[in-house]
Antibody, heavy 122, light 110 residues
């Protein structure tokens, strides 16, 4: 079964850091680009960041550029999001999502995890 | 990276057809045939409904169809059913490994 399981969310104070993880199973992880998408409570979806299959191509939303870093470990079938200098507006459910295509980044997301909640508050 | 523009809400009666628009710019929707649509029921993860403007993943009903003209993409749901009531989001590739979502549309089945 194809599955993505996020972890690492929680309550964190403004200005602090948090690292999210996404464990993938059921498909050849290192064939596909991967992404983080977030959804603030009661709000819409926002693409956060994406990384190509070999980490050679990375993109960030302007809202997180310079504060968040995406990475992956293909040997561990895992995706990560290092979030620094967190702000109240980063409060959201963070989804890990698999790109549809192999070897290229399309920002088409065919598999989603259930998300991990990040709350930034003092 | 401005969000793509969608109507906040669209409604229709069972059996009717509705269309949701998704307006971007020449830098995203207008430049790439990488527009996708997602359905999200409350408390659930989004589900891919349409990709590459008009393609349907296996298992998605043929009542869902997509199209694009210029900087605007559209999702049409025909034969509206109660289970189609959900939030719908478009998404487009915007170059340089960047994606952008639409503002989202709440579909109500009357």
């Amino acid at each position: 079964e194809v599955q993505l399981v996020e972890s690492g969310g929680g309550l964190v104070q403004p200005g602090r850091s948090l690292r999210l993880s996404c464990a993938a199973s059921g498909f050849t992880f290192d064939d596909y680009a991967m992404h983080w998408v977030r959804q603030a409570p009661g709000k819409g979806l926002e693409w956060v960041s994406g990384i190509s299959w070999n980490s050679g191509s990375i993109g960030y939303a302007d809202s997180v550029k310079g504060r968040f870093t995406i990475s992956r470990d293909n040997a561990k079938n895992s995706l990560y999001l290092q979030m620094n200098s967190l702000r109240a507006e980063d409060t959201a459910l963070y989804y890990c999502a698999k790109d549809l295509a192999t070897t290229v980044t399309t920002t088409v997301f065919d598999i989603w995890g259930q998300g991990t909640m990040v709350t930034v508050s003092s | 990276q401005s969000a793509l523009t969608q109507p906040a809400s669209v409604s229709g009666s069972p059996g009717q057809s509705i269309t949701i628009s998704c307006t971007g710019t020449s830098s995203d929707v207008g430049s790439y045939n990488l527009v996708s649509w997602y359905q999200q029921h409350p408390g659930k993860a989004p589900k891919l409904m349409i990709y590459e403007v008009s393609k349907r993943p296996s298992g998605v009903s043929n009542r869902f169809s997509g199209s694009k003209s210029g900087n605007t993409a559209s999702l049409t749901i025909s034969g509206l059913q109660a289970e189609d009531e959900a939030d719908y989001y478009c998404c487009s590739y915007a170059g340089s490994s960047v994606g952008v979502f639409g503002t989202g549309t709440k579909v109500t089945v009357l």
